[in-house]
DNA sequence: GCTGGCACTCGAACGCCAAGAGTGCCAGGC
DNA sequence: GCCTGGCACTCTTGGCGTTCGAGTGCCAGC
C-alpha cells in the first residue's frame, strides 16, 4: 500500500510530465510542488514507485516518467474530471445549435473536440440498431426502378436503388408505402425484420416478387448499415506527438485511417461514464502508445452511438475527460431536439 | 533553348530522385543512365540546367535536386502518362463495381486512390450544382412538420426538416410534391430557383405560407451545398514524406482539415485533362512542398465533381498521373451506370 | 565539344571531453 | 523510524576538432 504522499508525488509527476513532456527529477517536483519534503525523501517515494511499476527511467541518469500503470492510477483515484468554463460552455451550444443538418452535427461536434482537446477526435454516427424508424419511403423512379429511403429518429439517412422483377404501378407502391410505414413506424431497426417477413402476402401475386425483392432490399440496409459510419478530424494535432515522429506517428494515423478499427475501439467503451483506455490497455497495436478517452452519447438515456479522442498516453486527463463528457451531453441535447 | 540531350539529363535527375530520395550527382547519373558521355560533360549540363533555375544543389558538395521548375518541366515536356497494367485495370472495376451507394462509392474511390499512388487522395462529391433533380420528396412527420428529401441524378440524397407555419394537409402535401417534381425533375440545380418562383400562387391562401416555406428551404438547401463535400483518406501515406517530419507535415495535415481549402485546390483544376500543380504553383501557404494532381471525372462528357491526390513534389508524376486519370474514368462509368 | 585530371568545398560521422542533471546510498539528527 | 544533507556515480547532451568522401568547377588537351 502507497502513503498518501507517494501518490501526491505520482500526481504531481504525472501533472509535470504532461506539461513539460520532460522526465522529471527529485529537485524539480520539490521546487514545483510543496509537498514539504527534501528532494532526497522524494527520491526514496521515487524508489519505491519504481519499484511499483508506476513510474519508470528513461536512463538512468534521467528523471522518471509515468508508466501506462501510473497513468491508470491516475485517472483511477487521483484526478477528477475537469469541467468546462462557461464561456467554454457557450461556444460548444452555439457551435453545435447552428448545425442544419445531422451530418453538420457531426462534423462540427468533429471539429469541436478536436479544438477543446487538441487531439484527435472520432465520432461515430448514431447507430441504426438501436435506433427507430421515423419513415420509410418508397420513390418511383421508373416503372421498373424503386428508390428506398430510410429515415431514422436521429435524422439519418439511408437510401437504395431497386431494380424491379416486374413493373409496379402507382397504386401498389402507395399501398405498400404505406402497410410498411404502418408496420415499422416508430419501432426498434432490430424489431423490423419480423415485423415485415409476411407482408408480401397481402399483394397479388404479380407484386409479389418486387415487394419481396424490396422487404429483401430493406432488410439488407439494416444489416449493412450496422457497420457504423464515424467521422474524424484534428488529426494535425497528432503532429504535437512526441519528438521521435515517424515512429509513433505512422502506426496511428494507420489505425485512424481503418474505419473497423476506430469503431471497435468506441464500441468497446462503456456505454454510460467515460471509458479511458491507455497505452497498451488498447487492443490495437498501433495505438499502444495512445490513449482514448471515450464516453456515449445519445438523444434520450440510452447512448446512441459514442465519440472520443485519441492521443498520446501523455494527455491531460481531467481536462480531456471534461471536454469529451462535455461535448457528448450537448451532442445528446441537440439530437432530442431534433 | 536547352539541347536534347540537357533534357534527357533532367529527366534522368527527376528519375534518380523521385526513386532515391536523394541528390543525385554526375557519376550515378553515367552508372544508371546510358547517357554515352562521361561525368564531366554530365557537370557541364548540369551547370547550365542550374543556371536555368531546372535543378539546385542543397549545399556546395553535394548532388542535384530538381526544383519545383524543374518538375513542371518534366511534367510539361518529358514525361508521359503511364497507364495502369491491366491487373491494375480489373481490381479497380471489381473494387468500385460492389459499392452499394454513393457513399460507398466515394469511399471505395479515396481508398483506391491511396493504395494505387501511395500518396494522400482527396475525393469530391459530385457537386449539385451541376446536377440534374431525379426526385424531390415531402414527407409528412407531423401535420406541422415535413421533411424534405432532394435526390440527384448521381444518388446523392440532402434532407431537411421543415416547420410549418399551419397544419398542412395529405392532399396538399401530395398537390405540392407532384407540382414541384413536374417543374424540376431532370432539370439543373441551377435552374431550380426560376423554376419554382411563382408555385405557392397556385394554393388556397391557408396553405400559402407552408408553401412559401418548403421552397425557401429548397433554394436555401440548394445555396447551401454547393459549398460541397469532399473525402479524404490515406494521410499515413504523409509519413513517407521526408526526413526532417514535423516541419513539412504539419501544415498539409492542417490544409487537409479544411474542407475549404482542398475544395479551393481542387476546384482549381481543369475540367478536362489533368492538372498538375507544382509546390509554389499552390496557392495555399502549407502546400508549398507538395504536389497536387487532380482530374475532373463525370457520368456523361461532362465533369460533375473531381478527385486527386495530394504528395509530395518528389513523386512518381507519370505513374500518378496515371492512376488519377484511371480512376476517374471509373468512378464515371459507375456514377453513369447507377 | 567531350574528356581526364586535379584542387577544392563542405557536410556527415566519429571520437573526445566537460558540464550538468539526476540518482542511490549512507550516516546522522529529530 | 522516518527524514535529510552530503557525496560518489552514471549517463545524456552539446561543443569541438578531425577525418573521410562525395561531388563540384575548372582547365588543358584531344
Known amino acids: 500500500m502507497l502513503s498518501e504522499r507517494r501518490l501526491e508525488v505520482l500526481r504531481a509527476i504525472v501533472q509535470d510530465y504532461v506539461g513539460t513532456e520532460e522526465p522529471v527529477g ?18 526514496n517515494d521515487m524508489a519505491a514507485l519504481e519499484d511499483e511499476g508506476f513510474i519508470a527511467q528513461p536512463h538512468t541518469s534521467a528523471g522518471r516518467i509515468p508508466t501506462d500503470k501510473g497513468y491508470r492510477l491516475f485517472v483511477d483515484r487521483l484526478a477528477g474530471v475537469k469541467p468546462l468554463s462557461s464561456p467554454e460552455r ?22 469541436l473536440l478536436a479544438q477543446l482537446t487538441r487531439q484527435v477526435a472520432v465520432v461515430q454516427y448514431p447507430s441504426l440498431t438501436r435506433s427507430t424508424v421515423r419513415h420509410v419511403e418508397l420513390l418511383s ?16 439517412v439511408e437510401q437504395r436503388m431497386i431494380d424491379c422483377p416486374a413493373p409496379f404501378g402507382e397504386t401498389s407502391l402507395a399501398d405498400l408505402r ?3 410505414n404502418a408496420r415499422v413506424v416508430g419501432r426498434r431497426f432490430a424489431d423490423v425484420p419480423q415485423l415485415v417477413q409476411d407482408l408480401q402476402e397481402s399483394f397479388e401475386q404479380e407484386d409479389r416478387g ?35 515522429f515517424p515512429l509513433t506517428i505512422r502506426p496511428v494515423l494507420e489505425a485512424l485511417e481503418e474505419q473497423v478499427v476506430l469503431l471497435k475501439l ?3 467503451a462503456q456505454d454510460s461514464g467515460i471509458t479511458v483506455r491507455i ?7 498501433g495505438l499502444t502508445s495512445t490513449s482514448v478517452v471515450a464516453v456515449g452519447y ?5 447512448a446512441v452511438a459514442k465519440l472520443g479522442v485519441v492521443g498520446p498516453t501523455r494527455m491531460d486527463y481531467p481536462g480531456t475527460m471534461g471536454a469529451v463528457r462535455a461535448v457528448a451531453r450537448y451532442v445528446g441535447q441537440i439530437l432530442a431536439e431534433s
Open 266 to 268: 468506441l464500441g468497446e
Open 141 to 156: 423512379l421508373s416503372p421498373v426502378r424503386l428508390m428506398l429511403v430510410l429515415i431514422t429518429d436521429t435524422g439519418r
Open 298 to 302: 445519445g438523444s434520450g438515456d440510452e
Open 210 to 244: 418486387t415487394v419481396t425483392t424490396v422487404l429483401a432490399t430493406l432488410l439488407e440496409t439494416l444489416v449493412e448499415e450496422t457497420e457504423e459510419r464515424l467521422m474524424i478530424g484534428g488529426t494535425s494535432n497528432l503532429t504535437r506527438f512526441g519528438h521521435d
Open 178 to 180: 404505406a402497410r410498411l
Open 26 to 43: 527529485s529537485k524539480a517536483l520539490t521546487e514545483r510542488h510543496r509537498l514539504g519534503v527534501s528532494p532526497a525523501t522524494i527520491r
Open 90 to 111: 457557450r461556444a460548444i451550444q452555439n457551435f453545435l445549435d447552428s448545425a442544419v443538418d445531422l451530418d453538420d452535427v457531426v462534423a462540427r461536434t468533429v471539429r
Open 279 to 285: 497505452g497498451h490497455e488498447n487492443p490495437h497495436e
